[in-house]
């Protein structure tokens, strides 16, 4: 058989769209699974990935990315080297095993739907990659943490955490299941590739890799830097259908699910990429602040990206969006430290005295705000309430008993004949 060059078979296997005699446009694109948002079929044919690679190239990559990172675990597994990481960083990744593997799978099943209800055929092919991309992202994130179980038991929270109802990942399935496995075609393409893989899935894995090398954890890295390499590539889904949206007068649509959908991921890369990087990173190894990191990646590159295709900053960007990256992950943090056993992880503090100069250079006014106060519970665990007891708590506020608060009716209320419902029901 003649060896065709790529270029004389590329287009044609990859772009191959048909117009439609024997059924409806809509019983082959139902709009829940794929809503058109208005724009005529052959509108879409005109779809185009930036990114293109042919079925052999594709095969050829991965299986020497699965082959480079499996042979780094396999040396890694054998060594201390997990044993001698940071207690601080082994939080950080037990967290990210917990939040993402599983999603990484789910993201399979957003990308297979586009892969079947993509309204162009480039689309669906580029799409099946990605599906194929996010199974190998589920499976290498499940077996590295497998490999870990023996050092530290809660590695298995990374098959185990989207199946509880522990509040992270309550709220991790929630915004999963809304942007990948309940979400239509091009909605999906707008929000999950574009949104949330192209603005925070490079933030939680270009930063967390940056800081894996620092740290030595060389394993980690090489995970997350293969992974980052798929990413790169089937996120560019989102562009070419923001461009038709909006080319065909639907701005209004991309608009509307980037600003939805750019919030709720920042409410949570804010969970798990800000305290990783300002609190659980070993302060000798942090090169920049979350804030800068949003600063130079979100606020900067993201919004020329949006700006590119003719959309607007998001309605609550300057209002809402840029304070909270001075205090919300803050307050996460105190919040999570104070509720640590509700957490699969060990939130480390990360206030030591150098520590909290960091984090006021980083945060002009961190001091004041998160770092001043000596709260009730401060004071009893730093020993100036004696004794730590509830009786020496009320008496250190200068509660004598008769002094403190009792029912104002001495519980009179409770004495009165029980209502007769059954009665009332007739
Ligand atoms: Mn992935
Ligand atoms: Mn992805």
Not at 382 to 393: D, L, N, S, V, Y
Request: net charge negative; proline share 5%.
């Amino acid at each position: 058989m003649p060896r065709l060059a790529r270029s004389e078979w590329y287009d044609l296997t990859r772009d191959m769209n048909w117009s439609l005699s024997y059924v409806k446009e809509e019983e082959v694109w139902p709009a829940e699974l794929s809503n058109g948002f208005g724009l005529p079929a052959e509108a879409w044919w005109v779809w185009d990935e930036p990114y293109k690679v042919t079925y052999p190239e594709y095969v050829h990559n991965q299986y020497g990315k699965d082959a480079g990172v499996y042979a780094v675990n396999a040396v890694i597994g054998r060594s201390k080297v997990y044993e001698q990481l940071d207690p601080g960083w082994k939080s950080a990744i037990i967290a990210h095993y917990g939040v993402i593997a599983i999603p990484e799978y789910l993201a399979s099943l957003a990308e297979s739907r586009m892969g079947r209800f993509g309204r162009a055929a480039a689309w669906r092919n580029m799409a099946t990659f990605g599906t194929l991309d996010e199974m190998r992202h589920g499976q290498i994130q499940t077996y590295f943490p497998y490999g870990l179980l023996a050092k530290e038991p809660r590695a298995d929270w990374a098959h185990k955490a989207l199946h509880t109802n522990e509040w992270g990942a309550l709220a991790a399935r929630s915004l999963f299941d809304d942007m990948f496995t309940a979400n239509d075609a091009v909605s999906t393409a707008v929000q999950l590739t574009f949104t949330f893989e192209t603005g925070f899935t490079n933030l939680q894995f270009l930063g967390m890799a940056a800081d894996a090398m620092k740290v030595g954890d060389v394993d980690f890295g090489a995970l997350i830097s293969s992974i980052q390499t798929d990413e790169a590539r089937h996120s560019q889904q989102g562009e070419p259908t923001i461009k038709l949206l909006v080319e065909h007068g639907r701005k209004d649509v991309a608009q509307q699910l980037v600003d939805h959908m750019f919030w709720r991921s920042w409410r949570l890369f804010a969970l798990l990429t800000g305290l990783s990087m300002d609190y659980y990173t070993p302060l000798e190894h942090r090169g920049h602040s979350f804030k800068e990191f949003m600063r130079e990646w979100i606020c900067k590159q993201f919004l020329d990206q949006f700006r590119d295709f003719g959309l607007e900053k998001p309605w609550y960007w300057d209002e809402h969006f840029l304070p909270e990256l001075d205090w919300y992950h803050h307050a996460l943090q105190l919040g999570i430290w104070y509720w640590r056993p509700t957490v699969w992880w060990n939130p480390d503090a990360g206030v030591a005295p150098e520590e909290r100069e960091w984090l006021e250079e980083k945060y002009p006014g961190w001091h004041d705000t998160f770092g001043g106060h000596w709260d009730v519970i401060d004071r009893f665990l730093g020993g100036q309430i004696q004794p730590p007891t509830m009786e020496g708590a009320l008496a250190w506020m200068g509660l004598s008993p008769d002094e403190m608060g009792r029912d104002a009716t001495d519980y009179a209320w409770a004495q009165a004949a029980p209502h007769d419902r059954s009665a009332a029901r007739g």
